[in-house]
């Protein structure tokens, strides 16, 4: 198959997760406007890295991914495969066909948080609470500083659109990681499969880190990628007993699967200093902790595009991965 076919494939499969979501009964009841529209697309002409939410009117919202994340996406997806030894751990990485489908996995996995990401932003009003703000872009904002957001504020607001993205992701996961782990391990586990997927995610805010020193000035519009990091793994435990179809581990197992796959990858795979990586993660709970009381403070809740408090994310959502 050729590169374009592979291409148009992804971005085919890429609208179908999309509108698996976007147009789920379950989803669409909670909304507050039943006229609320949120629509779908890859850029295939923008080879720029980077995805965005866009206001298109006074209840339309666009979500855009470039063609150039796929693109950055996917090659990360083969460096890492091949770099990182705990990743997969027992692939047979001389078997094309497992190969090709975790990194089809890796791929599928990381556009689908970066959708789930943008799509919060519209769910959690942060397109609503203030006029300036019409357009949300990642990798980091141009917007922000311009129209004289603050950092403190805009890091808080993408705090908040990640924790609601990880329930997403851990969501979608329990509905595909069964059938997953078998055509990639040999000794399929739900351990291991959870362990796989966690480091997978540590991989993507790695990749945002390998962004942020290419950019030419960092702008400080987003927290930095280890807190983000933290702000997955911290939902993802939290929301854990609430998620049917996970797999099944006591409670302390979990915390120790988490915090053991995190310690693994900053302190042994990136070479992280332990106690450095213990303050690092004093740092991004304190971060963590604010973002509350920032949204608070910025009366949030009433922009909300969604009634009632929470958004369930209980539902399954059958979505492509591999
Ligand atoms: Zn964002």
């Not at 494939?9 to 009964?25: C, E, P, T």
Request: net charge negative.
């Amino acid at each position: 198959m050729d590169a374009s076919e592979v291409w148009k494939d992804v971005f085919q499969n890429l609208k179908s997760n999309a509108d698996v979501y976007l147009g789920s009964d379950k989803i669409r009841q909670v909304y507050k406007n039943p006229g609320l529209s949120i629509s779908f697309s890859v850029d295939d002409l923008d080879h720029r890295i980077n995805a965005c939410i866009r206001k298109s009117g006074s209840s339309n919202y666009d979500i855009r991914i470039l063609a150039g994340l796929v693109g950055a996406l996917e090659q990360h997806g083969n460096e890492v495969i091949h770099s990182c030894p705990i990743l997969f751990s027992d692939l047979d990485r001389t078997d094309e066909k497992r190969i090709g489908i975790a990194h089809s996995y890796l791929l599928y996995l990381w556009l689908d948080f970066i959708f789930c990401h943008e799509w919060a932003h519209a769910l959690c009003g942060h397109l609503d609470f203030d006029s300036r703000i019409n357009e949300w872009y990642e990798f980091e904002n141009e917007e922000f500083p311009a129209k004289e957001i603050e950092n403190q504020i805009s890091q808080r607001l993408e705090a908040e659109a990640d924790s609601v993205a990880a329930k997403f992701s851990l969501a979608r996961f329990s509905t595909y990681w069964e059938g997953l782990t078998k055509e990639l391990s040999p000794n399929p586990t739900g351990k291991r499969a959870l362990r796989d997927y966690v480091i997978a995610m540590l991989l993507l805010f790695k990749f945002f880190e390998e962004l942020r020193a290419r950019a030419e000035k960092s702008k400080n519009t987003h927290p930095i990628p280890f807190n983000r990091a933290f702000i997955f793994l911290a939902f993802c435990l939290g929301e854990y007993s609430n998620i049917p179809g996970l797999p099944v581990l006591s409670s302390e197992d979990k915390d120790l699967l988490f915090g053991v796959a995190a310690v693994e990858f900053y302190v042994k795979v990136l070479g992280i200093d332990p106690t450095q990586y213990l303050i690092k993660s004093i740092e991004a709970a304190k971060f963590t902790e604010s973002v509350g009381r920032t949204i608070e403070s910025l009366g949030m809740n009433k922009y909300r595009i969604y009634a009632g408090k929470k958004i369930n994310v209980n539902g399954k959502n059958e979505g492509k991965h591999a």
